[in-house]
């Protein structure tokens, strides 16, 4: 509302010019000021549901987009290929714009999400099948059977091998 001293002066001036009743003017005053004080209400309503909606229709345009980040992950982990760069093309993305968003709603790169999806495939692999470990990993992307087991030891702390052989031991 309007502060007591701008409603004093108002209601002075009005006294001071003859102009009529003062009090009526504070009154007057008065009842203006609980107006806007509501106008202001209804005003600060309206933007905190419009930012609730507005944070609504971003989460969903997030989920949307790691949806399809993640589709494409699995669509495309075995080739070779297949990082960040090459799913923002297929989604028509920026990659700089796609890493932030996914990085901000997952709290990993799309790279990371990459190898997290072949490592767990071929951990499959590894428990379901007979093929090598150098089948396994050409088969899940890796070109560089070096890397595949730096990577895999990275996430499973353990080489193909022990993981397979702890498999057939427990």
Partial sequence: G???????????????????????????????????????????????????????????????????????????YQDEDCCSQMIATQLELSQTYLNRQFRAATGMSINDAVQHVRIDKACKLLRDSELTVEQIAKQVGYRNIKYFFVVFKKYTEKTPSQFRGDLAGG
């Fill in 2 to 76: 309007f502060p007591p001293e701008l409603i004093l002066a108002a209601a002075g001036a009005c006294c001071a010019c003859g102009a009529g009743d003062c009090f009526a003017t504070v009154r007057h005053i008065l009842t203006l000021t609980g107006r806007l004080s509501e106008i202001q209400e209804a005003i600060d309503a309206r933007l905190i549901r419009i930012t609730e909606a507005v944070a609504v229709s971003q989460q969903k345009q997030a989920d949307s987009l790691c949806s399809a980040v993640w589709g494409k992950v699995y669509e495309l």
